[in-house]
Structures are given as structure tokens and as C-alpha cells.
């Protein structure tokens, strides 16, 4: 259920407005939108976070990952000093790495010329005598005119070498000139190793910090909750005498806000949820749903305020193509395992952790069902028990049971066909109930649109599987639906009926486009029968290359390429999960109830760490 929100307004005092935020903060009940502002005082916690941030993560990864590192907890006048000392050693880590790559390029500048000293040059130079030095091809050199005086040197890097006596070159002679560095060769390579050995010193110096990440973290969270103190800061609303703010507020905790108000002596405004309003969005899971939650979070997908709440449709569809697209109960089992050990590690089963449980024992149950394990049709055979578990008409070794491949693929194409209808027309269903509670009468629209997907549903049976249909009968149901859509469609509250018709004929090519559209929604479904196939075939292929290794001193290798085989094809049916399962619940489900998923998840303004 998608919570109802009231807006709420907080009106005081405006000297009084900062210790109201900061009261506010604490009650962790008002979401608040703010728009991106930039302050002096913004800015500056800006740069110290990233400042603070950048030399956290600098340290953590010079951390050994296999060791834990014990915490030290700190003050705030011990970290501040613990910071400048951190972000001094990073400044200094910084002008060594820069002076280590410069040293290194003069150097290797200089490998060809020798080692000497510039300072000698220098010294010439003070007494009248200038050299410069080139590299230049022979022909070149040959050209040179003969008023130009120059020492010829040892051969630099396949180039003749020359020091010109007085003057450069003229530019139009085509010559290197070397531009003599501060430090001769020898003089280079010694710096080198000083900047190395203070880089490698700098580095265990930064590596001791590690016991402070947690202090890091904390004071990291402090800033993040300055930032946004400032931000709401700089949205408060008003005037000399009085300050106010905004924000909404989940219904269900208007009581608690009230009381929460009149304690602290604060005017304040509830109304309802305007039509011009954006108010953030809080689903309330219904039990034993909410394991649903991980992958909305991984998604980062929230439903409109004034959207369907479908996590609950979603969790069982979803669950359903994970074990179908996946399709091997010996897989499942895999991932019952790695349900088990999350949870004896975690020492409790969060939502993710009953996810994996829910998820695993779903693609057991469809993998028994269709006598896949392992893709393996030995194991099958081997264990009677597991055969009386098959439904013939859709296993993925229907020559046991007596079926051809066709008759068996069959099946299950017509069942990936059954699902999908089933769900899209649930989207049809979900609508028109939304829709008859808003007293909306564009939910006879929604009533053809299911009309239209029942009757399609037939057209796609009789390309795909063969089976025969009254094709009239079907055009004319879908016709039925079709207009049912342009008379109703453009319907809603406070639109005249002609103004919604006129809207709906004008809009007449767009639904013909749309009602193809709903063909191809229920020949999507038919991905859940490739890619599970396809893992099968996978699987398949590598306990056949397998099957001729085990024997002898080949047996290590097959048991190599079982488990990477198989490892390689666990990743790519995950992979198949995000593109084609999630695909049909976001685009296909959602799609046809209109939906958009461009909610604001409610994040109320709230304390996330202990003041000091």
C-alpha cells in the first residue's frame, strides 16, 4: 500500500527558525524537497566532506582486507587534529608522486647523454661560454652552414649529437634540443630513491590510519547531516517577524507530529495532498511481502505517489521468471545454500536473505517439475523418485515420458503465453478498480484493453503453436476493444464526454499502434522459454565436454570444467534475471498499468548520528 501523505507546514518565530530545524531533525517525521542551492556555508562543508572522504578512502585501501583492524574511538578536538595530520600526509604523498614522475622523465632524458653536472654548464655560461645541445640526423648535420660553430658528441639513441658554441640553432634546422635539467643524471637517480623512500614511509603512515575508519565514518555522517541541515536551512520560508517550512507527512503520524508540535510550541498547518503537488512516495509492504524490497533498492525504482502499489504482484511474478529463466533445480539448490550460509553468517534472515530462500526454492520446485538438474539427464534416470516429480508435457527430456521435443516445447510456450496474458490482464483488472474508486470512466478503456489482450492472446497461439482459432470471431472481439478504447480513453473526472470522445478519435492512430503494441507485450513472454532453454543447452554442453574427462588423470580437468562451466552459466541466467524478468514486470506489467516509476522515495529530514 502506498501510504497517504498530508502537507504539513511548521510556522515560528524567525529567530527561533534554526533551533525549530534542529527539533524538527530530531523528530525524523517531515520529508522535506529541497532544490539544489549553493551557500558559502554549503560549499564549505562541501569541500571539507570530500576533503574528509578522499582521505578515508585513501586509507581503506591500504588496508589489508584479510585482517580486521581494531577501531579507536576519538573526540572531535582528537579527529580534527588526526584529519589535518592525514590530509597533510596526502598533500605530501601528492608533491612526491609529482616530483618522483619528474625526476624519472629528465632522467630518462638523460640516459643517452651521460652523466654531468649542469652546474659546470652553468658555470660557462656565467664566463661567457653558452652551449646547447641537440640531437640531429647526419644529413642534416652534413647541411649545416659552416659559419655555425659546434662540438660534435657520442652518438645519443641512433642520432648524431652536437653542442653549438654561443647560439641555438636556426629554427628552420631540423634538430632535438635537449633543455639541460636542474640535477645531472647520477644527482636524478639518488632523488629518485629519497622520493620513493619517503613515498613508501608516506604510505605506511597512511596505512596506520586504519584504525580510525570508524571515526572517519562518523564524522563523514556528521558532515552529510550539516549539508542537509543547510540545505533545509535554505529552503525556510518568511519574513522578519516569522519563519516557516514545508514538507509532507505520512498520514498515519499526523497524531504523533501534532503532539510533537504542541510541545514545542510551534503554529503549524495540516492539509490534504493537492493535484499540483509531488508529494514522496512510502510503500507499507503487506507481510511477509517485503522481501520484495532488495530489488526495488537495487533498481532504485520507486512507484508514483498516485501510482498502483504492485510489489506484491511483482514479488510473485518475479519469482516465478526467476525460476523459469534460472530452470534447474540443481541450481536452486545452490542458491539454498548460499541462502543458508548469508544466514548463518548474519546470525538472522534479513529481507535479502528471505528473498534467496524464496527464490531458490522456486527454481527447485519448476527445475523438478521439468526434471532438469544440473541439466543432467543421467541424474534423472538415476533417481526414479525424481522422475514421478516431472510433468511429462513440459520436461526438458520428454523421450522418457514418451512426448517429442516439439509436443514439450510446445507447451511450454503456450504456458509462457498463459502467464503473460494472466499478468497483463491483472494490469487491466487493477486499473478498472483504481479507476471505478476515482468514479474515472475511462476504466471501460482499460475494460477493452483486456478485451483486446484475451482475444490476442488466441492470434498468438495460432502463429506460434499452431492452434487453430476462430480468427473472425477474434478481430471482431478485438475491434470490440479497440473502440471501446477511443470513446473512453480520453475520459476523467471534469472532462465532458464530447471533449473526451474528440480527444479520443483525434488520438485514434496512436491507439491502433498501441493495440499491436499488446500483440507484442504477449509474444514478449515468450523470452521466458528461450533463455531457459538456452541455459539448459549450457548445461548440457558442458557435462557433455565433461563426460569424456573422467577417467584417469583427465578426471581434474572434467571437474574443472563442470564447475566453471556451470559457475559461467549460474552468472549468465542472474544476468538473464535483471534483463528479461525484471523487463516483463517494469515494462510489459507496468506499461499497461500506466505506470511510470517516477516517485520520490519519502526520506524525512531526520538525525542520522548522535550530536556531540
Same mark, same amino acid.
Given at each position: 500500500?502506498?501510504v $497517504?501523505?498530508k ?12 533551533s ?6 530530531k ?5 522535506i ?10 560549499e ?11 582521505t ?24 580534527a587534529e588526526?584529519l ?23 632522467a ?7 652523466d ?12 661567457g ?35 653549438t ?27 629518485i ?16 590510519g586504519g ?11 556528521r ?5 542537509r ?18 514538507g ?11 503532539s ?5 510550541g510551534?503554529?503549524?498547518?495540516l492539509?490534504?495532498?493537492g493535484?499540483?503537488?509531488? $508529494?514522496p512516495t512510502l ?68 529481507t ?7 527464490l ?19 541424474i534423472?534416470l ?21 512426448l ?43 475494460i477493452?484493453w ?9 492470434v498468438? /497461439? ?7 482459432t476462430?480468427?473472425s ?6 475491434g470490440?476493444g479497440?473502440? /471501446? ?5 480520453a475520459?476523467? $473526472? ?5 471533449k473526451g /470522445? ?19 507485450n ?61 523487463? /516483463? ?17 519519502y ?6 548520528v548522535?550530536?556531540?
Amino acid at each position: 500500500m502506498i501510504v $497517504p501523505m498530508k502537507k504539513a507546514y511548521v510556522v515560528v518565530q524567525e529567530h527561533n527558525s534554526r533551533s525549530m530545524l534542529r527539533d524538527l531533525r530530531k523528530a525524523g517525521l517531515l520529508h522535506i524537497v529541497t532544490e539544489t542551492v549553493q551557500n558559502e556555508q554549503l560549499e564549505s562543508l562541501a569541500k571539507a566532506y570530500d576533503r574528509m572522504s578522499q582521505t578515508r578512502s585513501v586509507i581503506a585501501d591500504l588496508q589489508d582486507k584479510k585482517q580486521k583492524i581494531g577501531q579507536q574511538a576519538v573526540s572531535d578536538e582528537a579527529f580534527a587534529e588526526i584529519l589535518e595530520r592525514y590530509t597533510g600526509l596526502l598533500d605530501s604523498r601528492k608533491e612526491h608522486e609529482q616530483n618522483l614522475v619528474h625526476f624519472k622523465s629528465q632522467a630518462e632524458v638523460l640516459k643517452g647523454w651521460g652523466d654531468f653536472d649542469p652546474e659546470d654548464l652553468r658555470y660557462l655560461r656565467q664566463k661567457g661560454l653558452e652551449l646547447f645541445f641537440y640531437t640531429i640526423g647526419k644529413k642534416d648535420l652534413a647541411k649545416l652552414d659552416a659559419s655555425i660553430s659546434y662540438i660534435q658528441l657520442a652518438p645519443v639513441a641512433g642520432m648524431e649529437a652536437i653542442a653549438t658554441i654561443g647560439s641555438p640553432l636556426p629554427a628552420e634546422v631540423s634538430a632535438s634540443q635537449l633543455h639541460v635539467p636542474e640535477y645531472g643524471l647520477n644527482a636524478l637517480l639518488e632523488r629518485i630513491k629519497q622520493t620513493e623512500s619517503a613515498l613508501a614511509s608516506i604510505q605506511d603512515s597512511l596505512r596506520q590510519g586504519g584504525t580510525y575508519l570508524d571515526a572517519f565514518s562518523h564524522q563523514m555522517k556528521r558532515m552529510e547531516m550539516a549539508m542537509r541541515f543547510e540545505q533545509v536551512g535554505a529552503h525556510l520560508e518568511g519574513g522578519e517577524d516569522l519563519a516557516w517550512i514545508e514538507g509532507y507527512l505520512p498520514e498515519p503520524k499526523s497524531e504523533a507530529f501534532m503532539s510533537y508540535a504542541q510541545d514545542h510550541g510551534w503554529a503549524y498547518l495540516l492539509e490534504p495532498v493537492g493535484e499540483e503537488d509531488n $508529494p514522496p512516495t512510502l510503500v507499507e509492504y503487506r507481510k511477509g511481502f517485503g522481501i520484495i524490497k532488495p530489488v526495488f533498492d537495487i533498481l532504485g525504482t520507486v512507484p508514483g505517489y498516485r501510482e498502483n502499489d504492485i510489489s506484491t504482484w511483482f514479488l510473485l511474478f518475479f519469482t516465478l521468471f526467476f525460476a523459469m529463466i534460472i530452470g534447474d533445480a540443481g541450481y536452486g539448490l545452490v542458491f539454498l545454500l548460499a541462502a543458508i550460509g548469508l544466514h548463518a553468517k548474519a546470525r538472522k534472515a534479513n529481507t535479502l536473505v528471505m528473498l534467496i530462500y524464496v527464490l531458490s526454492i522456486a527454481t527447485i520446485v519448476w527445475g523438478s517439475l521439468t526434471g532438469t538438474w544440473f541439466g543432467s539427464k543421467q541424474i534423472l534416470l538415476s533417481l526414479p523418485l525424481l522422475q514421478s516429480l516431472v510433468i511429462p508435457s513440459i520436461s526438458n527430456y520428454p523421450e522418457l515420458f514418451g512426448l517429442t521435443a516439439v509436443e514439450s516445447q510446445n507447451q511450454v510456450m503456450e504456458l509462457c503465453f498463459i502467464i503473460g496474458t494472466i499478468q497483463l490482464s491483472l494490469a487491466c483488472i487493477l486499473n478498472v478498480v483504481h479507476k471505478i474508486r476515482e468514479k474515472n470512466l475511462s476504466f471501460l478503456a482499460d475494460i477493452g484493453w483486456l478485451i483486446d489482450i484475451l482475444a490476442l492472446y488466441f492470434v498468438v /497461439l495460432q502463429l506460434v503453436v499452431g492452434q487453430p482459432t476462430n480468427i473472425s470471431v477474434v478481430f471482431a472481439l478485438v475491434g470490440l476493444g479497440f473502440m /471501446l478504447v477511443v470513446v473512453f480513453g480520453a475520459q476523467g $473526472p471534469g472532462i465532458s464526454f464530447g471533449k473526451g /470522445l474528440a480527444s479520443g478519435l483525434g488520438g485514434f492512430f496512436t491507439t491502433f499502434l498501441n493495440t499491436i503494441s499488446a500483440f507484442s507485450n504477449i509474444m514478449s513472454y515468450i523470452r521466458l522459454f528461450a533463455v531457459g532453454m538456452a541455459s539448459v543447452a549450457i548445461a548440457q554442453s558442458f557435462n557433455s565436454m565433461a563426460g569424456g574427462m573422467m577417467s584417469g588423470f583427465a578426471m581434474v580437468a572434467g571437474i574443472l570444467v563442470l564447475v566453471i562451466g556451470h559457475s559461467l552459466n549460474l552468472v549468465m541466467g542472474l544476468l538473464s534475471v535483471v534483463v528479461h524478468g525484471v523487463r /516483463l514486470n517494469l515494462l510489459e506489467f507496468s506499461g499497461q498499468l500506466g505506470m511510470e516509476w517516477t516517485g520520490i522515495a519519502y526520506e524525512p529530514f531526520a538525525q542520522t548520528v548522535e550530536e556531540n
